[in-house]
């Protein structure tokens, strides 16, 4: 069993397009992440929600809306979407409050915005 | 979180140990070292932990120097499998959250 599954893997959509990433962890996992990787391949926090309650959010442009409707469950939402958007986008859950960092990590969606 | 320094590419021959550095110069006393790797654009694994004390797991040892300064990732038998991206991280106990750097590409070869 996938410990952090992501859907869909691959994504090719046009600008201006309305998206979502849609996130599970069967781990019992309190905490979850979105994590952006640049073409550089720059790994940066999106959000963070701990017991379906946002507790990061690092400065993204309010056209991305996560939603967590439980603990299990975080889906990325993405509206008007740019050339810029274009990245792999990462899931991670781990445990307690996240101050233990142990994450696990899904295998990412690779988002192409053409 | 204090900043960490990596150098881009390492070689290691298959089999052989291969010692990743980390240099975390101002590091505080409440922050952790932490050690993740990609593979091949698959999403980051998480290698192992430390604040002070060296520690050791099936994956891996973290050596971590007195002065907690610097510390070096330890694959002991390095195989292909392991050729990958190592990030060294650091990160306060109470912040939920960490940065990633650029990492070392460690290219191991037969």
């Known amino acids: 069993d996938t410990a952090v599954s992501q859907t869909p893997k691959y994504l090719v959509t046009q600008m201006g397009n309305d998206k979502s990433i849609k996130c599970e962890q069967n781990?019992?996992?309190?905490?979850m992440y979105w994590y952006k990787q640049d073409s550089k391949k720059f790994l940066k926090i999106m959000f963070s929600?701990?017991?379906?309650?946002?507790?990061i959010n690092e400065t993204v442009p309010n056209r991305f809306s996560p939603k967590s409707p439980d603990k299990a469950h975080l889906n990325l939402h993405i509206n008007s979407l740019e050339l810029g958007d274009s990245a792999v986008y990462f899931c991670?859950?781990?445990?307690?409050?996240?101050?233990?960092?142990?994450?696990?990590f899904g295998q990412g969606t690779r988002l192409t915005v053409v | 979180d204090a900043k960490t320094t990596q150098p881009p590419s390492m070689d290691c021959a298959e089999g052989r140990a291969a010692n990743l550095p980390c240099n975390h110069s101002?590091?505080?006393?409440?922050?952790?070292v932490y050690w993740y790797r990609q593979i091949h654009s698959q999403g980051p694994q998480y290698i192992i932990h430390?604040?002070?004390n060296n520690e050791t797991n099936e994956m891996a040892s973290l050596i971590i120097t007195e002065d907690r300064k610097s510390s070096t990732l330890i694959l002991p038998h390095a195989t292909l499998r392991d050729t990958a991206v190592y990030y060294c991280?650091?990160?306060?106990?109470?912040?939920?959250?960490?940065?990633f750097g650029s990492g070392t590409k460690l290219n191991v070869k037969p």
């Open positions: 430390g604040l002070k």
């Open positions: 781990l019992g996992h309190d905490t």
């Open positions: 101002t590091i505080s006393g409440n922050e952790y």
């Open positions: 991280i650091v990160r306060h106990y109470n912040f939920n959250k960490f940065y």
């Open positions: 991670a859950s781990s445990q307690g409050d996240g101050r233990s960092m142990k994450a696990f």
């Open positions: 929600y701990n017991n379906k309650e946002l507790i």
